[in-house]
């Protein structure tokens, strides 16, 4: 039986090492597990770059990983306390934009300025009790290669951005858009997809949406 596994059973034993990777009312990890701890656990590539402003609140109990050549601009925040956070390859994380995991970004995708993206909601079910008591209701999100996602907009947990989708500033997206697709809006909306056979975007409103 593993170290781990010995912490993990011991409900006593768990708390002391919680305790020392981050304190009890902040879910920060404390500055020896982000100096001499993460970097022994997380994977970050080749010519990546975090900008010093950031706020990269990751755990060693999670996978926070980079590829190569991706960027997390200035005053983002990154959490990975319950969920990994997998950033693939020339990714970019735009200005002030915050990542909670579970989420996947595939290579190429970026999210611009001050977009929210999580893969979890707080649970809120037994309406006698405080949501931050209870538990999370956790769904990865996933954003595919060469998605890009516009400024100020909100992806919520558990939906996929297909393939090379293009959403529109300030959308907010509460399912699942397919590759190849523009959406805008309150809730999100395709109003265009790729023809493949034609080559050209064009509007849903002149066909049915194509299946990629």
């Known amino acids: 039986m593993g170290i781990v596994h010995r912490i993990k059973s011991n409900a006593k034993t768990k708390q002391l090492a919680l305790r020392l990777i981050a304190p009890k009312r902040n879910p920060r990890p404390r500055l020896w597990v982000r100096w001499f701890l993460n970097p022994l656990k997380h994977k970050k590539g080749k010519g990546a770059t ?3 402003n950031s706020r990269i609140d990751v755990f060693p109990w999670k996978r926070f990983e980079i590829g190569e050549l991706t960027t997390i601009e200035s005053f983002c925040t990154v ?4 969920g990994d956070v997998i950033l693939g390859d020339r990714v970019r994380v735009g200005i002030g934009s915050v990542v909670i995991g579970p989420v996947t970004m595939g290579n190429g995708s970026g999210l611009g300025q001050h977009v929210f993206v999580s ?3 707080h649970g809120y079910a037994d309406g006698s009790k405080n949501s931050s008591d209870q ?3 956790v769904r990865p999100t996933v954003i595919e290669d060469d998605a890009h996602i516009g400024a100020n907009s909100v992806v919520l947990a558990g939906v996929t951005i297909g393939k090379r989708c293009q959403i529109g500033a300030g959308s907010v997206v509460t399912k699942d858009i397919p590759p190849y697709s523009v959406a805008v809006g309150n809730p999100a909306r395709v109003i265009k997809q790729f023809n493949h056979h034609t080559g050209a975007w064009e509007s849903v409103k002149k066909k049915q949406a ?3």
Not at 79 to 82: P, T, Y
């Open 119 to 121: 893969g979890f909601n």
């Open 79 to 82: 959490n990975n306390g319950s």
């Open 210 to 212: 194509v299946t990629v």
């Open 135 to 137: 538990a999370l209701d």
């Open 50 to 52: 975090i900008r010093r």
